[in-house]
DNA sequence: ATAGTCAGTTTATAAAATAAACTCACTTAA
DNA sequence: TTAAGTGAGTTTATTTTATAAACTGACTAT
């Protein structure tokens, strides 16, 4: 399989994985989700070559993740934000900081970490199950084919 | 900043990219979860170029992610399996699959979804806070920095 | 014997990422 | 009013990665 045949697969983390999976479209939206939004901003964060910073973005917007909201004319310049689709991927994101800060090795000392703000404690996420409101374990998983 | 050092960064999410963060390891990830375990039908399944499968189970295992289990002598072949490190991306992996399948357009008429085994429901997973217990929306996240 | 399986390795080619310089249309400060 | 700065790119040459396809080795099954 090419990786351009992705969008078509019959997985949701397949297409999933055709607009977020290279090496810097997730990181971007990281940026995106700590209010960056211009791109000078991604690219002195990510130190990303201007080339595909300008894809990434590119794709970004035409696959309805980022929205372009001019700030000036001529020449016209944009900031980058979030749609509801973009936004959508903050689980994902929590998620995947989880992931990172408690199973990869060697965490520096200063962490960046999240915090819920209505009932102020620093953030540990978990899934859960939206029928019975279980917290959502790998053994209790079946893949099934829904039609 | 190059690829390469992502994993120094000083946050999560980019640690765990400088891992998860390329074009396939993530699907040969998503291809655990699903129950494939070998070599073989890595390739098969995701059609992916056996020189850089190599490479990627490689890294897997490395980051013990995946442990190499032998399941046959001379010569040596080795059952790919999930470690607890591995298992613990479930969460992950159900967030983006819920992502695709919720906000990605074109899904073709069959999908691949979850049952939760304990409660018998086809999954809606959501993520929650740890200490309240509430779903968890993008506005009511903010990042900090904890020492 | 012959073919098949499994997990690779090798090699040549194609695609993608990178760095660095350049462009354009301004704006601000000297 | 010249000079420098900003912001978002584009261009180009080079390096890095990915790919396809054939090949290897050590078996197993027919």
């Known amino acids: 399989m090419r990786w351009s045949e992705l969008d078509q697969a019959d997985c949701p983390i397949a297409r999933a994985l055709s607009i977020l999976g290279d090496r810097w479209t997730f990181m971007i ?10 791109f000078e901003g991604f690219q002195a964060n990510l130190g990303i070559s201007r080339t595909i910073l300008r894809d990434r973005l590119a794709h ?27 936004k959508a991927l903050n689980g994902v994101m929590l998620m995947l900081g989880e992931w990172g800060r408690t199973a990869v090795d060697g965490q520096p000392e200063t962490q960046i970490r999240h915090r819920h703000q209505t009932c102020g404690h620093v953030l540990t996420p978990y899934v859960a199950c939206a029928a019975c409101g279980e917290e959502m374990v790998a053994k209790d998983v079946r893949a099934v084919r829904a039609g």
Request: charged fraction near 25%; include cysteine.
């Open 60 to 86: 970004l917007v035409q696959a309805g993740i980022l929205v372009q909201r001019p700030y000036q004319e001529r020449p016209v310049r944009y900031d980058y934000v979030l749609s509801a689709k973009g």
């Open 29 to 38: 939206l990281r940026d995106c989700f700590f209010g960056v939004h211009r």
